[in-house]
């Protein structure tokens, strides 16, 4: 039985596209299972389709699941005793396997062609029936398919299904389900002897891996009994089978495809961290005991439970991985989050290390991506121009406005700043905050004053407040 095999399962991405958010969760849930049942995840790359796979996509899915941690235990780029890896290399394997099929009266050759088809299904829709292969070619003697095969017809192989037959698995999330074979039909599983379908493909290389569980979304559930009856076609053994509830959308429909197959390396690229994404992904759909959320790679192995996986949708919120991305980002100590901050902010703020640090620890508290930092802090590291008035509090004097400023540059200059807010307190603190938040940030909203000063130090801070004074000056000797 596939229970007292090792625990082995697989992704199986298609490098058709770049990675997506749906085949991260299957990774991170495949490689969860693994780890917690001390088993192999194995990467297997589904490239068949040659006309859509390009080396750049197969590059994006190996970089995007080894930058969130998902390491495989065997794949195309570290090998192992159960390769290859790639469809696209185990032509031989399909081909012996499709011929030990055709020879045994397991399959068979079919010339119909995609008119009779197309008539066949309509009389089946018109008849109430649901469509499937009436098995015309089934019963062909050797001499019909050498004429047909001498008339150059073109044919495809089927599998023969066997006759009201019920197919039965226990879907680890939800349950035994069972269904017919006369509803699916004699289905095709290649196009000749080396062109494989994917039913085909993916069940014998299931089986050459000795893949005991297969781990994926709900979307594949109408393949596994059509994948089942060519496991008991080939005489390979049982797998078991998890199908992960669908992604949905907050108002509870199914995510748009645009969602969906947003490239996940946009998720890193916009400055979300690799360990929030793991933890809000982890939990669209499986929740641990209790109601801790935040949860590190080496906690969700140690709790994750197939047997917690919901059957019901998972809501995709946003708003909810911008929540998780800020705690991440406050967890990271000064040193991390400078570091990490590379890529997101010019060459010039990095060559300023000092700023750059006490920017963050004052703006950590306000961004949920690291970029957001960029645009929230381009003020600590060069000041823009702004206008006159925007110094003044509401319609206080532009000459008070230059007394207060004034005042306040002797007290910075004496290092004397823990004597501002008291003169503030005694004069306004609109009056005095306010024009001295402006003349040091240049922004109608920013951080307090004292923040941008502890960020700017001494030097910076008078600079600016002298280029306030002035501006005021210039300001009314052209009035």
């Known amino acids: 039985m596939a229970s007292e095999q090792p625990i082995r399962v697989r992704i199986a991405p298609s490098p058709t596209g770049y990675l997506h958010l749906g085949t991260v969760r299957t990774a991170l849930y495949n ?21 859509r796979s390009l080396p750049l996509y197969e590059q994006d899915i190996l970089e995007g699941l080894q930058a969130l941690g998902l390491t495989w235990d065997e794949g195309p780029d570290i090998g192992g005793s159960h390769g290859p890896y790639r469809q696209s290399e185990r032509t031989k394997q399909y081909t012996e396997r499709l011929q030990a099929l055709v020879r045994g009266g397991k399959a068979y ?8 088809l197309d008539e066949e299904r309509k009389g089946m829709i018109a008849a109430g029936l649901a469509p499937k292969y009436s098995g015309t070619c089934r019963n062909l003697t050797a001499e019909q398919v050498a004429q047909y095969e001498k008339d150059g017809k073109e044919s495809v192989l089927r599998i023969k299904v066997p006759l009201d037959y019920e197919v039965e698995f226990s879907d680890l999330i939800r349950g035994k389900i069972s269904i017919n074979s006369s509803t699916i039909g004699d289905f095709i599983i290649a196009k000749d002897e080396t062109s494989p379908l994917y039913n085909f493909a993916v069940v014998v290389d299931d089986a050459d891996m000795r893949i005991s569980h297969v781990i994926r979304g709900e979307d594949h559930i109408s393949n596994t009994p059509k994948q089942i009856l060519i496991q008991q076609a080939l005489g390979f053994p049982e797998v078991v089978y998890a199908h992960l509830p669908l992604i949905l959308s907050p108002d509870r429909s199914k995510l748009s495809k645009r969602s969906l197959e947003t490239a996940f390396i946009e998720y890193l690229k916009d400055g979300y961290l690799p360990e929030a ?12 005991e209790g109601d801790e959320e935040l949860l590190t790679l080496e906690e969700m192995i140690q709790r994750f439970s197939i047997k917690r996986v919901q059957k019901a949708g998972a809501v995709f919120n946003m708003e909810k991985l911008d929540w998780f991305n800020a705690q991440y980002i406050r967890r990271l100590s000064e040193q991390e989050l400078v570091k990490r901050m590379e890529g997101f902010v010019p060459e010039a703020w990095l060559a300023r290390p000092e700023v750059l640090t006490k920017a963050l620890i004052i703006e950590r508290e306000r961004i949920q991506k ?5 645009e929230n802090a381009g003020f600590f590291f060069e000041i823009g121009e702004y206008e006159t008035d925007l110094l003044r509090w509401q319609d206080m004097p532009l000459e008070k406005v230059a007394l207060h400023m004034r005042h306040v540059r002797e007290l910075v200059a004496a290092g004397k700043d823990g004597d501002i807010m008291p003169y503030a307190e005694q004069e306004g603190r609109g009056e005095v905050l306010w024009p001295l938040r402006v003349a040091l940030s240049g922004l109608r909203n920013s951080p307090g004053p004292f923040e941008i000063m502890y960020v700017l130090g001494k030097n910076e801070s008078l600079k600016r407040i002298d280029a306030a004074i002035q501006k005021i000056i210039d300001g009314q000797d052209h009035t």
Do not use: M
Not at 31 to 48: H, M, N, P, Q, S
Not at 277 to 288: A, C
Not at 370 to 374: A, I, Q, T
């Open 31 to 51: 490689y969860l299972f693994a780890k917690k049942e001390k088993g192999a995840f194995v990467l297997r790359i589904e490239d068949t389709d040659q006309s």
């Open 109 to 116: 050759k079919c010339f119909c062609t995609k008119e009779q």
């Open 277 to 288: 994404l793991l933890n809000f992904i982890v939990l669209l759909g499986w929740h641990p």
């Open 370 to 374: 690291l970029s957001d930092f960029r």
